[in-house]
């Protein structure tokens, strides 16, 4: 998994709560992205970075956050979960080619 | 809109069969495609990547062709295997724009003994 290590790996939690997945990589890798996976669905970019504290929207950012303050961490926070954040989150890092963590799965109840 | 499509959305094959996958793009400008295996519960994994010029690439019992002015790709699997059963996935890379990947929505195999 290209030292891509995300956590947790499962979680459960109410609407309205905070929440704040972690993508770790030992790889010294400039760029990493968030998706998540939805059936009948490609992977849809969230947010994505190209360097510490710089960060910037995909396709499908609403409702979520990220911060990078090192190399290697960069966190994805629902701010308010919603129902319609129950999916499948995968880190991701590469320019060329994307390499990709284990995922995270997330139920909002 | 999704600018990747793949075919079928799911198939059943018997072990020892082949069977081949559709990916078909409407992403300009092309940078590269690539396919990539996702087991359940895992992340994707590169399989093959291809560029404008490279029509076929294998990597063992797989091979990936390219038409890039029909804009269609396809997977072949070669003599499946019970391994063989995960979702495949068609990646289109923009040219110039990092990251900018695009997805397919994958097919799911499914490989029967």
């Known amino acids: 998994d290209a030292g891509i290590t995300q956590s947790p790996r499962h979680k459960v939690t109410e609407t309205g709560t905070p929440v704040t997945l972690r993508c770790h990589q030992t790889?010294?890798?400039?760029?990493m992205y968030w998706y998540r996976q939805d059936p009948g669905h490609g992977l849809r970019l969230i947010h994505y970075?190209?360097?510490?504290?710089?960060?910037d929207k995909g396709e499908v950012s609403d409702g979520y956050s990220v911060s990078r303050s090192k190399t290697e961490d960069f966190l994805l926070t629902l701010e308010s979960a919603t129902s319609s954040q129950t999916s499948v989150y995968f880190c991701?890092?590469?320019?060329?080619?994307?390499?990709f963590g284990q995922g995270t799965r997330l139920t909002v109840v | 809109k999704n600018q990747v499509e793949q075919s079928p959305q799911s198939l059943i094959i018997l072990e020892g069969k082949n069977c081949t996958l559709q990916?078909?793009?409407?992403?300009?400008?092309?940078?590269?495609l690539r396919w990539y295996k996702q087991d359940t519960g895992r992340g994707p994994v590169s399989l093959t990547i291809?560029?404008?010029?490279?029509n076929t690439k294998s990597n063992g019992r797989y091979t990936a062709t390219l038409d890039a002015d029909t804009k269609q790709s396809s997977l072949h699997i070669t003599a499946s295997q019970l391994s063989d059963s995960a979702s495949y996935i068609c990646?289109?890379?923009?040219?110039?724009?990092?990251?900018?990947?695009?997805f397919g929505a994958g097919t799911q195999v499914v490989v029967t003994p």
């Open positions: 991701a890092i590469g320019q060329g080619e994307a390499f």
């Open positions: 790889e010294n890798h400039r760029y």
């Open positions: 970075s190209y360097g510490v504290k710089d960060t």
């Open positions: 990916c078909n793009y409407t992403v300009s400008p092309f940078s590269n």
């Open positions: 291809m560029t404008f010029s490279e």
């Open positions: 990646v289109v890379s923009i040219f110039d724009s990092w990251g900018k990947f695009q």
